[in-house]
């Protein structure tokens, strides 16, 4: 289109110059203004031609890249995804991929996206965000089930806002008010072993959170770390015979093995605690829960904010979720005999 604007505009002015053309001086300088004057028309008009081009393709091509699958991430990526189309319709579309839990596989992924040069990443857990972050600092990069971005981004004294090309939402509950619930579940427990894969910096910080919390209720508290699903049988048979108390925290790795946690704790009877409503429905008898799938929509709305230009992704601070709700794995708590107070939610199976 804007070829063909330039090419009628350039015949006008030929026409132009014809009909002004003559042997005397002055017709000479008004062929000359005739001529100057029609090719900054046919710029102009070039010009505004492919701005009402692009804005009227206005297609954007969204880059998905989720750690893992599992109950959680999923959700956050759903309420995205859904979100998004419900703001910009059939104008965007998504690169969805999953690093099936390998932090190489979310570089590789977000490696494509920057040669594909995506509008946007949405880097669903810490090491895709990471990755994403060590991948571009052009693309605007949107995360979510990041529980602190300070660590997660290695940023000292983190005051809730990036300011480069990053922001989103954080999945972070309040850790005080887990350790709070552990106490109010097992006023008589003594000690609480912290289980927690050691290749995921949020989920450290959440540990060692939570055991200050702990310690100053009276808990003995031990960090058990496992490296990845090879080791977390051993570490989390260790920690089940020392302890009277599982605490994990939100845990990718954790949530993607929830099953073999289930049968090593179900059959020493000791019951889990966990950090987010996916795990506890695996292998938990309570957590203080958060929904991922409206934690999704959250930053499917900033997204919508950022490709339309309402909002510049360098001043937008990171979203948390509004409510927390006490809920409890009513067929993990029946097989433990373990009563929870009126105000817990049954988790839906």
Known sequence: ???????????????????CGGSSSTGGSSSA???SAASSAASSAASSAASSAAAGSGSYKVGICQLVQHEALDAATKGFKEA???A????VSFDEQNAQGDSNTCSTIINGFVSNKVDLILANATPALQAAAAGTKDIPILGTSITEYGVALEIKDFKGTVGSNISGTS??????????MIKELFPDAKKVGLFYCSAEANSKYQVDTVKKYLEEKGYTCELYAFS????LSSV??????ASDVIYIPTDNTAASNAELINNICSNAKKPVVAGEEGLCKGCGVATLSISYYDLGVATGKMAAKILSGEADIKTMPIEYAPTFTKKYNADVCKKLGINVPSDYKAIEQ
């Open 88 to 91: 910009l319709g059939d104008k």
């Open 171 to 180: 999945d972070l509950a309040p850790l005080d008010g887990q350790a709070d």
């Open 236 to 241: 989390l048979t260790n920690a089940v015979n």
């Open 33 to 35: 203004a005739a001529a």
């Open 228 to 231: 990845d699903s090879n080791d």
């Open 84 to 86: 998004l189309t419900r």
């Open 1 to 19: 289109m804007r070829k063909k604007i330039l090419s009628v505009l350039i015949a006008c002015a030929a026409v132009a110059l014809s009909a």
